[in-house]
């Protein structure tokens, strides 16, 4: 299985600051013959199923933000909120959807400082 | 916009078979835009992809749940389903259901990222 590992496990940041999430997966899941990383980002409020952000590592689902960009490629990725808002605040989750089985991070809480 | 609804008991007693129901509006089924897929998300932890399945009936199934579960689609109802069997504590969780976008690698089309979830509906198994 493809291990998902994000970091930090938490994060504060004062609003309007810029907060940055990484994901590193256990092997490379950059499709060669697509040139595409399998990789997305989710977003979860409490009480709230989890929402799409991010997919092939850096494009953003219809209807996020701009503040929300994803980057990177191959085995590490990161997610970056340009300016912290206070409706932001959420759990959020990397995904690799390379091979099953699909697996995600374990998550990083962020809060407001 | 695709939207999703589970349905099913909230309550499961250990040994015994988990079965919840997936209700599709603004999509169907029975098209190859999505694999229909579910994921379950313990109390206070994180996310577990369950299984997927696509418009042809193909599935790909967790391997460590795959002795267990078992997915379907009723094309006719727009529904699509899960069944886990001889469920422990360690089933008790909130379930959801959502789609799926396929994506290409070499000759398959495979279950790539969610793209719409459902509420997800909490489910606990004890006596």
């Known amino acids: 299985d493809i291990v998902m590992t994000q970091s930090p496990d938490s994060l504060a940041v004062s609003l309007g600051e810029r907060a940055t999430i990484n994901c590193k997966s256990s092997?490379?899941?950059?499709?060669?013959?697509?040139?595409?990383?399998?990789f997305s980002w989710y977003q979860q409020k409490p009480g709230q199923p989890p929402r799409l952000l991010i997919s092939?590592?850096?494009t953003r689902e219809s209807g996020v933000p701009d503040r929300f960009s994803g980057s990177g490629s191959g085995t590490d990725f990161t997610l970056t909120i340009s300016s912290l808002q206070a409706e932001d605040v959420a759990v959020y989750y990397c995904?690799?959807?390379?091979?099953?089985?699909?697996?995600f991070g374990q998550g990083t809480r962020l809060e407001i400082k | 916009q695709v939207q999703l609804q589970e349905s099913g008991p909230g309550l499961v007693k250990p040994s015994e078979t988990l079965s919840l129901t997936c209700t599709v509006s603004?999509?169907?089924?029975?098209?190859?835009?999505?694999?229909w897929g579910w994921i379950r998300q313990p109390p206070g932890k994180g996310l577990e992809w369950i299984g997927s399945?696509?418009?042809?009936?193909?599935?790909y199934y967790n391997p460590s749940l795959k002795s267990r579960v078992t997915i379907s689609a009723d094309t006719s109802k727009n529904q699509f389903s899960l069944v886990l069997s001889s469920v422990t504590a360690a089933d008790t969780a909130v379930y959801y259901c959502?789609?799926?976008?396929?994506?290409?690698?070499?000759?398959?089309?495979?279950?790539?990222?969610?793209?719409?979830w459902g509420l997800g509906t909490p489910v606990t198994v004890s006596s």
């Open positions: 959502a789609t799926i976008k396929p994506v290409d690698t070499g000759m398959l089309r495979t279950p790539g990222y969610f793209q719409h």
């Open positions: 603004g999509g169907s089924t029975g098209s190859s835009a999505f694999y």
């Open positions: 399945i696509y418009y042809t009936g193909g599935t």
């Open positions: 092997q490379s899941i950059l499709y060669r013959s697509t040139n595409k990383s399998y």
């Open positions: 092939w590592a850096s």
């Open positions: 995904q690799q959807y390379y091979s099953p089985p699909f697996t």
